[in-house]
């Protein structure tokens, strides 16, 4: 849910008029005036998303001059956007904030047409790999990676997933930056310095710019093995770096 409270008064109003609408006692509003608009501008996204669902199901079966589906789509599309940032746990802008809901987030993003998907899911990774919050980044990158394999499944049910056609390179990065993220964690953790800029692609959006020589990447996290293990070694936890390896 929403987890808002909507102002009583107001929303009995509107529900009460939404309720007159489905039922065909007067003309259904559009979403940008109705109670749609009502809800999705005080955040309540999921709201909105159901209710409009249920008017258009409601405004095919009932009599009207005319319905306008390229509206109510762009309408969709937004509410989509809204709830696509809010369960990558930020914003288009790349702020971060709030928990990821990788679910949801994987649900709305396979929902949205392709290039504003990868845009908003683009827009999530910067700030949590500059705010170093690597288990965030892993998060994301199993998002994007869900979103664009062709056999993912939902584990309770083994049902597979529609997802993105023709992306199994962004995936393959996607599962790259996740392996990747699991050893910045580990060597944050264990208190070595380094910079996540230096082991090459971490945004996994799979632009040609992002392309690094293989050489100077392996040699630089080759370089961060024997600070990780002495420290390992004095706390030992060596089985963490075997965990890492395998």
Request: proline residues 4%; aromatic residues 6%.
């Amino acid at each position: 849910g929403d987890g808002l409270l909507l102002p009583p008064r107001e929303a009995l109003t509107r529900g009460i008029d939404y309720c007159k609408q489905s039922m065909g006692l007067q003309v259904m509003d559009g979403p940008s005036v109705g109670i749609e608009a009502f809800v999705s501008n005080r955040g309540a996204q999921s709201l909105a998303l159901r209710i409009l669902s249920h008017s258009i199901m409601m405004q095919m079966s009932i009599r009207q001059a005319e319905v306008s589906f390229e509206m109510l789509e762009d309408y969709n599309e937004g509410i989509e956007l809204s709830l696509v940032e809010r369960y990558l746990g930020g914003t288009g802008n790349g702020i971060t904030s709030g928990v990821v809901d990788s679910q949801l987030a994987v649900v709305h993003l396979l929902g949205l047409p392709l290039k504003l998907a990868f845009k908003v899911y683009r827009s999530s990774l910067p700030t949590a790999i500059n705010t170093r919050d690597f288990q965030r980044v892993v998060t994301l990158a199993t998002i994007g990676k869900v979103a664009g394999s062709s056999d993912s499944v939902f584990p309770s049910t083994g049902a597979k997933i529609g997802n993105w056609s023709r992306q199994s390179k962004f995936a393959q990065q996607c599962e790259s930056l996740a392996t990747k993220a699991n050893w910045w964690d580990a060597l944050e953790r264990h208190n070595v310095q380094f910079d996540p800029n230096r082991f090459g692609t971490v945004s996994g959006t799979g632009s040609k710019k992002e392309k690094t020589k293989e050489n100077p990447e392996e040699s630089y996290v080759a370089s961060m093995i024997p600070a990780l293990i002495s420290s390992l070694f004095r706390r030992e936890e060596l089985e963490d770096v075997l965990v890492l390896l395998n």
